[in-house]
């Protein structure tokens, strides 16, 4: 297991980096839609509503998720 990890890293020197920006940009833009939505808020929706965006950059997935929990023009934070 640790022998795969250090490989990965070895291999790939960006990717955990990558994978720690992009998770915690998802984690705002679902946070800012909890807060813009209250109690309407529904992460299975939320969630739906990404997936259905399809392969998107991050900008976009803010612009589009992160205002209200619906679709958007919120500016990327």
């Not at 297991?1 to 790939?12: I, K």
């Not at 929706?45 to 619906?70: C, D, I, K, M, P």
Request: hydrophobic residues 45%; aromatic residues 10%.
């Amino acid at each position: 297991m640790l022998a795969g990890e250090v490989d990965r890293c070895l291999g790939w020197p960006a990717q955990a980096i990558s994978y720690k920006v992009g998770e915690r940009i998802w984690l705002e833009v679902r946070d800012q839609a909890r807060r813009a939505a209250g109690p309407a808020f529904s992460l299975k929706e939320f969630h739906r509503q990404a997936f259905e965006l399809g392969f998107v950059n991050l900008e976009t997935l803010a612009a589009e998720l992160g205002g209200s929990g619906q679709r958007s023009t919120a500016a990327f934070p």
